[in-house]
């Protein structure tokens, strides 16, 4: 039963010739390397290690007496090869690996805020150069955001220590005092975002960076709790939970851009040009704003709740409407108001 | 794959890396162990036969540069070798810091099969006897993900051949059939994009990978065209999406304490009796007043007239639009 069963089996052994054929180039490059570092380094066991040696060993030149075949001397726990056969160097890059790496090494070259960038770009490319036409890779990256901000940030975390923020919350469209402890800097879908234990959630939290408005270093280090873990952001920064309430509305065609925008549970097509999209939200006040902002296109299906909510705001705004309106320029000396923050909002 | 199939695979390739002259199939089942048979017998010969062609499929998946040729004139059958220059990666001298940047985007990869790709591709450079430390970091990672378009059309941009795909826009009903010579792949703000000639429009159009419905159908021969030199392809994206000017001037009452968001926003705020007065830049009074709505009664217009009447004129709608729904869904 040495073949491996159907499913994945090919890729494996695919797998392992790959690694077979890196295998003695990788340990002709570091001779009396110890077999428990090799294997750590190359993400197998120690055991899968020693059995791809035993049969390089078997493997030569035409001939295959012993002066033809792959040779190795053991010293301990201790490995150096001591005849390469002929495959001393790794086979070059396929197009998939050279393009992996580059577009990764751009996106980091893009990225606003990485230390050491210069350093990046040393490195895209030299690895642009090794793998030639390969990646005339027509990929380009551009990441704009806010580089001032994130870089102070980043200053801020790298410091380890724990921040007083004042952090906008979209979701409850408030502005509010808390003190972290950063795990780390990340970006995603083009957002810079800093990831902490929140004292104040008492949870890990993603916090947007164009959504802090200020940071106070603490004379505290930063204490992550050890139970602490980071999100999972395969999916986005957002991956809804299906204990959120759901909304589901009658969106017309000029808004159904939300369906790209926002994470649905489901759309589906409703009478005339309408689709119904259901989506969950974290916060019905949330709903209410996006309802009123997305307009008259867009109605609430359910919950009724929300449609009251979305109804009387409408009526109470309306009212006041109907008042008679202070002086617009009726006004004495500004107060402070950070003009740079308008350029972070939409 | 066996254990002697590997053997096999692996004796086959550092054979054709030693050789020079092309060695046909016959002499290569007479060296490498493994291909032993019996080349009169005929089911044995066609089991050797296929056995080789499948040696041969999974060297070339793997990306070994697999020659074909023949020896001299008066040989027939074709043979084969592995040229050292094409096998072999290219010296790479990285410094431990451009090392540590390469291992760091190896890892931040999402999507699984460029992650696998990204990772034995730093396998190579580390069996090239580069080291990479495993614990630096640049202090802010991107998450890279893409599309399942991606792939295809990169290749496809790669390899200069046309495609087709299904394209939804959000507005339209059903997606429309595509046809593009693909240039390149794009991402802006954190979105996909491909750019080239739309073989339909005749012009240079992008479109957004996150739209593409369904697999992308490659329908054209390599080579098939040639991007203009010297494109930018950025800008072909960016042309659409690029910043907004903000110099309009609006005066807004916003209720003690709320609106938080339109307070960040603001460049004056001015506190007063009945609420705080702020003034907010903006470019289109129309998307600034669909902004405001979203603050319902927290937040009354003063100024210019046309937000306040647009503002007015949405919360008329929304109010009526969402009366009856209400009451029936309040009565159930």
Redesign the interface.
């Given at each position: 039963m040495?073949?491996?069963t159907a499913k994945g089996?090919?890729r494996t052994?695919?797998d392992?010739?790959?690694?077979?054929?890196?295998?003695v180039?990788?340990l002709l490059?570091?001779p009396g390397i110890e077999i428990a570092e090799a294997a750590g380094?190359?993400a197998v066991t120690e055991r899968q290690l020693r059995e791809d040696l035993e049969?390089?060993w078997?493997?030569?030149?035409?001939g295959?007496g012993p002066g033809d075949l792959i040779d190795m001397a053991f010293d301990g726990d201790r490995v150096t090869i001591t005849y390469d056969?002929?495959?001393d160097?790794?086979?070059?890059?396929?197009?998939?690996?050279?393009?992996?790496?580059v577009?990764?090494?751009r996106?980091?070259a893009e990225?606003?805020?990485?230390?050491?960038r210069e350093?990046?770009e040393?490195?895209l490319a030299?690895?642009e150069?090794?793998a030639g036409d390969?990646v005339?890779?027509?990929?380009?990256?551009?990441?704009?955001a806010d580089v001032g901000r994130?870089e102070a940030l980043?200053g801020a975390?790298?410091g380890g220590r724990a921040l007083r923020i004042t952090y906008?919350t979209?979701a409850r469209?408030?502005?509010t005092e808390r003190v972290i402890d950063p795990l780390?800097?990340?970006?995603?879908?083009?957002?810079?975002y800093v990831e902490a234990w929140c004292r104040r959630a008492e949870a890990v939290r993603l916090f947007r960076a164009d959504r802090i408005?200020a940071v106070t270093e603490l004379d505290e280090s930063a204490v992550v709790p050890p139970q602490a873990r980071p999100h999972d952001?395969?999916d986005?920064a957002f991956r809804p939970s299906p204990d959120l309430p759901l909304i589901t509305l009658r969106v017309g065609?000029?808004e159904?851009?939300i369906?790209?925008y926002y994470p649905c549970e489901e759309v589906r097509?409703g009478d005339a040009?309408h689709w119904l999209v259901s989506l969950r939200v974290t916060d019905l006040g949330w709903a209410?704003?996006?309802?009123?902002?997305?307009?008259?296109d867009v109605?609430?299906?359910?919950?009724?709740e929300l449609?009251?909510q979305?109804?009387d705001?409408?009526?109470?705004?309306?009212?006041?409407?109907a008042q008679p309106?202070?002086?617009?320029?009726r006004?004495?000396?500004?107060?402070a108001?950070d003009?740079a923050?308008?350029a972070?909002?939409r | 794959m066996s254990r002697t199939r590997t053997e096999r695979l692996v004796n086959l390739v550092i054979c054709l890396l030693s050789t020079r002259r092309f060695l046909t199939a016959a002499q290569i089942a007479a060296t490498v162990p493994g291909y032993e048979h019996d080349p009169d017998d005929a089911r044995d010969h066609e089991a050797f036969q296929r056995k080789f062609e499948r040696d041969k499929a999974e060297l070339r998946e793997l990306g070994v540069p697999l020659e074909t040729g023949t020896a001299s004139v008066f040989d027939s059958e074709p043979g084969y070798r592995i040229a050292r220059r094409e096998y072999a990666l290219p010296d790479i001298p990285l410094e431990p810091d451009e090392a540590a940047a390469v291992g760091i985007a190896a890892r931040l990869w999402q999507h699984a099969g460029l992650a696998a790709a990204a990772s034995s591709g730093l396998a190579k450079l580390r069996a090239a006897g580069v080291d990479v430390d495993p614990q630096a970091t640049l202090g802010l990672e991107p998450m890279v993900t893409v599309d399942p378009a991606f792939a295809p059309l990169t290749a496809a941009a790669r390899d200069r051949r046309e495609v087709g795909f299904d394209y939804r826009v959000p507005d339209q009903d059903a997606p429309t059939r595509r046809r593009l010579q693909p240039w390149g792949v794009v991402c802006w703000r954190g979105r996909w994009y491909v750019v080239g000639h739309d073989l339909d429009r005749e012009a240079t159009r992008c479109f957004r990978l996150s739209r593409v419905v369904g697999a992308v159908r490659v329908t054209g021969d390599p080579s098939a065209y040639e991007p203009p030199a010297g494109v930018d392809l950025i800008s072909h994206v960016a042309r659409w999406s690029g910043p907004v000017e903000r110099t309009g001037r609006a005066t807004v009452l916003a209720a003690p304490g709320r609106a938080a968001g339109l307070r960040r926003w603001a460049v004056e705020v001015v506190a007063g009796p009945d609420g705080d007065r702020l003034v907010l830049p903006y470019a289109d009074p129309e998307s600034l007043a669909r902004h405001l709505v979203g603050y319902g009664p927290d937040v009354r217009v003063l100024d210019p007239p046309e937000v306040r009447e647009a503002v007015i004129q949405r919360l008329k709608e929304i109010a009526s639009r969402h009366d009856d729904l209400a009451t029936a869904g309040g009565s159930r």
């Open positions: 040495t073949r491996p089996g090919s052994s695919a392992r010739l790959a690694r077979l054929l890196n295998l180039p990788y490059a570091r380094d190359l049969l390089l078997v493997c030569g030149l035409p295959y056969a002929g495959i160097r790794p086979l070059r890059l396929t197009p998939d690996e050279a393009l992996a790496l577009v990764a090494l996106m980091l990225t606003p805020g990485v230390a050491n350093a990046v040393r490195a030299k690895i150069n090794a390969l005339g890779a027509p990929v380009e990256v551009r990441l704009p994130v980043r975390v790298e906008y979209a469209d408030e502005t780390r800097m990340l970006m995603v879908s083009g957002r810079a408005d952001l395969s986005g065609r000029g159904r851009w369906t790209e097509a040009d209410r704003r996006f309802v009123l902002g997305l307009g008259p109605t609430v299906v359910a919950p009724a449609a009251e979305v109804r705001a409408a009526s109470a705004a309306l009212d006041a409407y309106a202070p002086d617009a320029r006004a004495p000396a500004p107060t108001a003009p923050l308008a972070g909002s | -």
